[in-house]
């Protein structure tokens, strides 16, 4: 790669890139640093890499400098947080780095900036969460989700109170749990997606041995492309 060459990738790189040496001396960095930096420094640019990071992220100065080998990776794609200032007050700047040491005296770093795949993987784990609490505190109706071969992936602790723990549910299908034979689960799961949903009546016998009257709705999950990606399964216990 001729130096044109080398100056077209830093150029177009979508990370930000910085040569620095054991002193921290920065002797390159791409374009993306600035848009990445420029909150921290003027022009989003530093002379010494050392200096930015014992300010906001002494952390990586000390995993960095505390590596002996001559040559070799020091790090690969190490999350990191730091707090970037804004109009109103802050928020989080999340990165997600790797650190190579070429040579004695050359560095390189790459820092990827992350935050919205953070933001869209925090929001998806609080409504997971929210989703389990829900699950969790809803009495005499069993809610739980199949893969779309119909295998149980997920289950809740109202089943397990009415009909078999985890361990038992999970990676079954429904005729092994309830008391419905193959070829009705066949049918059921067919109705399910081609139509949308079915619902059915059965009797069952709970974890005591007692019977109770059951009603359960099977419901098939699409993606965006309409294909299914699983079924959605609300089973309600007694009247």
């Not at 619902?199 to 993606?223: N, T, V, Y």
């Amino acid at each position: 790669m001729n130096e044109e060459q080398l100056l077209e990738f830093l150029y177009i790189a979508p990370v930000a890139l910085i040569q620095f040496d054991s002193e921290g001396m920065v002797k390159m960095a791409n374009p993306r640093v600035a848009q990445l930096f420029n909150r921290y420094a003027p022009g989003g640019y530093f002379a010494n890499f050392y200096s930015f990071l014992r300010d906001f992220l002494p952390d990586l100065e000390k995993e960095i400098t505390s590596f002996d080998d001559e040559h070799g990776q020091i790090m690969e794609n190490r999350r990191y947080c730091i707090n970037a200032p804004t109009l109103t007050g802050e928020e989080e700047l999340w990165m997600d780095v790797t650190v190579m040491r070429q040579e004695k005296d050359v560095y390189i770093a790459s820092l990827n900036n992350v935050t919205n795949q953070v933001q869209v993987e925090s929001e998806k784990f609080l409504a997971e969460e929210r989703l389990v609490k829900v699950f969790e505190a809803v009495s005499q109706h069993v809610i739980f989700t199949m893969d779309p071969s119909g295998l149980i992936d997920s289950w809740n602790v109202t089943g397990e109170t009415y009909i078999t723990n985890s361990e038992g549910a999970l990676g079954k299908i429904l005729s092994q749990i309830l008391p419905i034979s193959l070829s009705d689960n066949a049918n059921y799961l067919k109705i399910a997606s081609e139509e949308g949903s079915v619902r059915a009546q059965l009797e069952m016998r709970g974890r005591s041995g007692e019977k109770q009257p059951a009603e359960f709705c099977i419901s098939s999950i699409h993606d965006q492309k309409d294909a299914i990606r699983g079924f959605s399964v609300v089973l309600t216990i007694g009247n």
